[in-house]
Each structure stands twice: as C-alpha cells, then as structure tokens.
C-alpha cells in the first residue's frame, strides 16, 4: 500500500495506529466493558454490555417455524425461518424498503409500516390463518427486562423516530399488530449481534462472540453470570449472552487520542453528536464520508487531481462518497483502476491521473485499515477477557462482507493483540438476524 504523493502519506499519517495505540485502546475498552457490568459504575460507563436474557446455545437440533423480523441493518426483512434439527435451517424472506420520513417520523408509523410488511409477507406465504412465534431482531441499543421486554435507551446509524426511545419496543410491536389485526405472539427481542453469535453457534460450539461490521458496528458475548451485576436471571444457569453496546465506546473522551479531525466533523454532522464514537470511525453509515472528508482535505492542498483545474462539485455533497465506493477501489487489482476511474468519473472527476487514482486509492485503504484495527482491538479484548484455548467469533455486516481486505486486516490485528496460547477463528454468519431470531425463539416457545 503506497500513495504516489509524498504529502499525501503524511496527511494520512494520523491513520495508522501502531500497536502500542491499539493495546491502550484495548485496555481502555476492557475497563470500560468491566465498568458496564459492574452495578455502581453501569449508569456512567460507555459501553454499557446489557445482558440479554439469552442463556442456552443451540444446540442444533432444535426443530420449529418461525417468523422473524430484521430492522436495524441496511435492510428492513421479514423471514419465515424452519429449523429442521441436525443443523439444517430452511428460510425464505422479503426485503422490504423503509422510507427516509418514517426513519425520522413518528414511531407509531414505523411500527404501522413493520406490520403491515408483516401481513403483506404472512399473505404470500399463505401463513395468515397459522398462529405463529415470531423474534424480533431489532439493532438498537436496548435494556432488556426480559426475553419479551426491551427499553430503546436511544436510536443510531440514522433513524429518529420520536415517542419510540424509553419505550418498550416489543409492546409498541404487538399494539401495531394489533391495529393490523395480525394473530401473532412476539415471543423474543434480540440484538443483531445476538442473531449472529446464535446462529454461528447452531453450527459450531466454539462460538462464544457475535460481531455486526455493517451500517452500525457491536457485539455481544457469552459471560459467566458471576461476573454480571445486573444478571437477575435463574440461578441454575452458568452464562448470559451480554450485549455490549461497544460501538458508544468513546464517548467520554477515551479515543481522543486516536480521533482525527475527519472523525470529530463526521459526529459533529451527524443525527447524534457525542455518541457511538467508536462506530463512526469504523461502520458503514461513516467510513466513505471519511474518506470523502480527507479527499477534500487533499484536493484543498492542492495534493490530489492537481491537472482538473475545478474542484469536483458532486464530491462537496455530504454522503456523496458511499463506502461501497471504498470496498469498490480497494477490489481494483494492484495498478489497474478500473473501478476507482468509474467511481470518480460518477462524481464528475473525469481526468484523473494514474497518480490521482493510486493516492485515491491509498485514502480509502488508510480509513478501511483503521476501521479494521480498532475492531480487532474490541474483539481481541473480549477473546482475552473469556480467555479459553479457543474461541470462534461468528461475524456478519455489510462492511466485512464487501470489502475485500477487511478481514484480512483484522485478522493479521487481532493475532498480534490475542494473548499467547489462545486461538481463535472468524466464522461468517449466514443470515445471522433471522436464523438468530428464530433460534432465540425456538428456545422460549412451548
Ligand atoms: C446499534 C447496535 C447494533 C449495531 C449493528 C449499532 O448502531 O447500537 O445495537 O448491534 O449498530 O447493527
């Protein structure tokens, strides 16, 4: 990885963290992570690790059909999901669109299009007369009161919608169903992160982490109940999946000292300032801004498309750069900027040089690197502190997914940051919201 420019590898410099950085992120993140399950300390601890009230693993044989409901992702789904024991998993599913003005507007509209989507689903598949279970995974941080319980403690990754936050989700879900007239029992809520911890852990018993790398970034892990303060559950059971909420790292100011001025614009600008710090340095709602930050930054040094004589219009447009754009150059193969050429001549910048396109190229791989680190930093920490000979992660998100040297860079991290005589794997959750729904649901229903 070279940029052609001198100054532009200097500009970009702020972006390498060295490892000595990342094990003070990684301590930092182990304090904080301790701070979120400790009672006295939980209320003013960033990362606030909530425990789910999923204790059981499944063990793949589990048998049922369910629907489930994904909102949170770059997608909103509803899935009918059948677990056939023996690890096997039958699905079918609908994506369905959620308009910009019922992300931000009232929340009885969003969970009036929910059901309605739900209807329109159930119709297709001609499910309207089964009474079924139905898990709800819904990617926000929420305290969880029960398996069927959880308080929205506040909205990320863009939505807004008012009258939603301190309420319990599951009740504004079932009264929308209600008002849909659709016979269906909401029998768990769950994180994205659990979805994907369960369902990577129907496959394989060595799953102990789910990870989300996607619009938002979190994780959740498998903790002894000893060591959860706030752990009401039944006293019979060794372990509790926590969700920790890790991606609100930061924000009383404990990656300071890694932040770049990109990262302190790009909270400033966005729907919450001051919170998920450490998501906006790594997830997809934020990285192509980044970068578009520091292209700008480059062009106003005059380091960058120095022979275009205009500066690009589109590329002053916030959000104009998608972090497709980066996983999209970063797949060009080394010297060939095929990809890189069409993006930029998408933002009208049509005479880029090789140069241009290589220093383009090397902004996008400074900010996609970072974003690896400092995850690997979160995820070795937490394989530390469960601290068995092995470990897998399960992980899923449309960042890990697309781009195309992610985990390879977390990977090579996480290897250097994971203490000496534990191993660990990553494994790709295959559909991790559903199937995870379904798997949570499975274990509740009777
Ligand atoms: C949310 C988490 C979620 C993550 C990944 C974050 O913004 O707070 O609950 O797991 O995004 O979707």
Request: charged content about 25%.
């Amino acid at each position: 990885m070279s940029a052609k420019t001198p100054r532009v590898r200097t500009l970009m410099e702020e972006f390498t963290l060295n490892n000595s950085q990342l094990a003070e992120v990684s301590r930092r993140f182990l304090n904080e992570i301790n701070r979120g399950l400790c009672a006295q300390t939980h209320d003013n601890a960033d990362v606030k690790c909530f425990p789910t009230y999923v204790q059981d693993l499944p063990t793949g044989e589990e048998v049922g059909k369910y629907l489930a409901l994904d909102l949170g992702g770059t997608n909103f789904r509803v899935l009918l999901v059948t677990l056939k024991a023996h690890h096997e998993v039958d699905m079918e599913s609908k994506i369905f669109a959620i308009p910009k003005e019922i992300m931000t507007g009232p929340g009885v509209q969003l969970f009036d299009h929910i059901a309605e989507c739900l209807y329109t689903f159930m119709k297709e598949q001609n499910l309207v007369d089964e009474h079924l279970h139905l898990g709800f995974t819904f990617s926000f941080p929420c305290q969880q009161l029960g398996l069927t319980k959880g308080i929205l403690v506040r909205w990320t990754k863009g939505f807004n919608c008012a009258g939603v936050e301190n309420e319990d989700v599951v009740l504004l879900l079932k009264d929308a169903l209600k008002r849909r007239q659709v016979d269906i029992s909401v029998v768990a809520i769950l994180n994205d992160t659990t979805g994907t911890l369960m369902s990577c852990a129907h496959r394989n018993k060595h799953c102990k982490i789910g990870v989300i790398i996607g619009t938002g970034c979190n994780a959740c892990y498998l903790e002894r109940v000893e060591n959860v303060d706030l752990y009401d559950g039944p006293s019979d059971k060794s372990h509790v999946i926590i969700n920790t909420e890790f991606g609100a790292f930061g924000e009383s100011g404990m990656l300071d000292f890694v932040r770049s001025e990109y990262d302190r614009f790009v909270d400033q600008a966005s729907m919450n300032p001051g919170r998920q710090i450490y998501e906006k340095m790594i997830s997809g709602m934020y990285m192509g801004e980044i970068v578009r930050l520091a292209l700008l930054k480059a062009i106003d040094k005059k380091l960058i498309f120095t022979d275009s004589g205009r500066k690009p219009q589109r590329l002053q447009i916030v959000g104009s750069f998608e972090t497709k754009f980066v996983s999209d150059i970063e797949s060009d193969p080394n010297g060939d900027f095929t990809n890189c050429r069409a993006i930029l001549a998408g933002l009208g910048i049509r005479n880029a040089t090789d140069d241009d396109c290589s220093d383009v190229r090397y902004i996008c791989e400074c900010v996609s690197k970072r974003a690896a680190h400092l995850v690997a930093c979160g995820l070795a920490m937490l394989i530390n502190k469960i601290d068995e000979p092995f470990v897998t992660v399960g992980v899923d998100g449309t960042v890990y997914r697309l781009h195309p040297k992610f985990k390879g860079y977390m990977f090579e991290k996480m290897r250097q940051l994971v203490k000496p005589g534990i191993e660990f794997d990553l494994m790709l959750s295959e559909d991790g919201s559903g199937r995870g729904a379904a798997l949570v649901a499975a274990t509740v229903a009777v």
